[in-house]
């Protein structure tokens, strides 16, 4: 993509996706006409980043908390993921893309959870990028999760020495890199309980761009930012 030509771009993008409804609301449109445009701007955006060879991406669609949005809608959003996992598979194949889910599947139909354990077995060879989709996810629900099953673990016997690299394993993410990069649309300045532990260092970038607009062009001006950060990982520049 010749716009990213010889700048340093991130090697794992994390995306809190928001702004559905407010696009929807400015139009005068239902909520569900916001959410279908916003899955056109994930595929643009998985497309992209398979171009530009990013070899992460995880998106943050469904929180713990948005089952307490109104039945209907939440209705319309499962409807929509399930037509996404099944329109999307040849892609997926096409692109080399590996789809995974972080989060508690277990709170899902089980319709859902079906189509996404099958999405994730039909992918799990390919290898050119990792799509992660956080569904029914929370920051502190996986950090309490982890802090469960380490205590689990050291009352078996079965771990004895606790360090950052051992808790990274127990996370949902604990075979990935962490995010390089964050990217939050609609101009909201909060993390909305998203990756807590994994951005300790992550660079954050916050657009006014609804996510149903933001596509290619936002993306690479986004990616363009990141490659001029001085990441510094908690240290002090001298001078």
Known sequence: MQATKNIKLPTHVAIIMDGNGRWARQRHLPRVE?????????REIVTSSCELRIPYLTLYAFSKENWIRPKEEVKKLLELLAHYLVQEIPLMMEKGIRFNII????DFPKRIRTLLYNTMAQTAKNKKLV????????GRQEILNAVKQIAHDIRKGSLLRITEKTFK???YTGDMPDPDLLIRTSGEMRISNFLLWQIAYTELYITDVLWPDFRKDAYLKALKVFSTRERRFGMVKEG
């Open 103 to 106: 989060g508690a599947i277990q």
């Open 131 to 138: 799509l992660t989709i956080a569904l029914s996810y929370g």
């Open 34 to 42: 916001g959410h279908i445009r916003g899955m056109e701007s994930v």
């Open 169 to 171: 394993k127990y996370l």
